[in-house]
């Protein structure tokens, strides 16, 4: 029998919080509630949900202090943003933060509902073979989940380790942007191709001696990508 999923909102509209919280219900998630970034910080560390959903703008710490204070802890539950901000520059501070995946209010409860099973679902994903990737300054370890550079460990989201270990293990293959969003964040994912080219550009940033000229992540024009040593 599958274990109840616990859902932590972070919210601080009360109407909002309650549409979500009782949607959340009804779809067989059990719920846990904070309306402060402090408040839900603490509620994460110590009840450990299977995923969060943080709005961005709340009182004391934002929705991107929170998620960053979550991932140095090392605490890599999924976790979906909230927020009614537009510009790409956003959505890149959210990613960088460490969240999973990002959505703009107004949304659909129905597409809410959507990413959040399939976040789950990625997050349940049996880990693939065991193998440790070797490339450049780099090594990534799938069995430990752990990426190094120069032998330093490098933080990587949840999202951000399974695309890269798809990729190295697809290597010298080109990838199409529909092929990886498939395969990597799985079929019911309502994400856009520029999601994936903003989490590819964060991965850049971490494994590459030059991130606008790299050597391991290659674009292949009007295809996707390639994994290259």
């Not at 710490?61 to 976790?79: A, F, H, I, S, W």
Request: charged content about 30%; glycine content about 6%.
């Amino acid at each position: 029998m599958n274990r109840q999923k616990t859902v932590l909102i972070v919210e601080d509209d009360e109407s909002l919080m309650l549409g979500l919280e009782e949607n959340l219900k009804v779809a067989g998630y059990r719920v846990l509630t904070a309306t402060s970034g402090s408040e839900g910080a603490k509620t994460a560390m110590e009840r450990m949900p299977d995923l969060i959903l943080l709005d961005v703008m709340l009182p004391d710490l934002n929705g991107y202090d929170v998620c960053r204070t979550l991932r140095n802890k090392r605490l890599m539950m999924p976790v979906i943003m909230l927020t009614a901000r537009k510009e790409e520059v956003d959505k890149l501070s959210g990613f960088d933060a460490g969240a999973d995946d990002y959505v703009t209010k107004p949304f659909s409860i129905k597409e809410l509902l959507a990413r959040v099973r399939a976040v789950l679902a990625r997050a349940e994903k049996p880990s693939p073979a065991a193998k440790q990737y070797r490339f450049g300054e780099c090594e990534l370890d799938t069995v430990a989940r752990t990426l190094t550079r120069k032998g330093k460990d490098i933080t990587l989201t949840r999202t951000e380790f399974d695309l890269l270990a798809y990729m190295a293990a697809n290597e010298g293959a080109s990838l199409s942007r529909e092929s990886l969003m498939r395969d990597v964040w799985g079929m019911e994912y309502f994400g856009t191709q520029r999601s994936l080219d903003t989490f590819v550009a964060m991965l850049r940033n971490k494994i590459e001696k030059n991130p606008h000229k790299p050597q391991h992540i290659l674009t292949v024009h009007g295809v996707g990508y390639k994994f290259a040593k």
